[in-house]
């Protein structure tokens, strides 16, 4: 089992930055694939950026490509999300995952194998 704990979320105006967090535990993170997918109000849960187990290729939709950043610290067992250029339609309850696959990340929710809590993203305008 992996548990995965997000943290960073918040309000903020449109324009600003946020940092997400997410640490893992329960197994060897390095082994694992780590993305980040959000889910808006009466919205189905999307794709956000992931980042490769290995290489740490990082990938991204094409809606943050530019403002968003991903990166990981295997030393920490942590993923980040930098969230740059924030907008209000980036208001979403945003979720880590991790995915013990090799390969390309996967930007279907259903093929990553564990998921934290979510924490809340609020942009104002």
């Known amino acids: 089992q992996v548990q995965l704990v997000e943290s960073g979320g918040g309000l903020v105006q449109a324009g600003g930055s946020l940092r997400l967090s997410c640490v893992a535990s329960?197994?060897?993170?390095?082994?694992?694939?780590m993305g980040w997918f959000r889910q808006g109000p009466g919205q189905e849960r999307e794709f956000v950026s992931g980042?490769?187990?290995?290489?740490?290729?990082?990938y991204y939709a094409d809606s943050v490509k530019g403002r968003f950043i991903i990166s990981r610290d295997n030393a920490k067992n942590t993923v980040y999300l930098q969230m740059n250029s924030l907008k209000p339609d980036d208001t979403a309850v945003y979720y880590c995952?991790?995915?013990?696959?090799?390969?390309?990340?996967?930007?279907?929710?259903?093929?990553?194998?564990?998921w934290g809590q979510g924490t809340q993203v609020t942009v104002s305008s």
């Open positions: 995952a991790a995915d013990i696959r090799s390969g390309p990340i996967a930007r279907t929710p259903s093929f990553w194998d564990y």
């Open positions: 329960g197994r060897t993170f390095s082994n694992f694939a």
């Open positions: 980042i490769t187990r290995s290489s740490s290729i990082p």
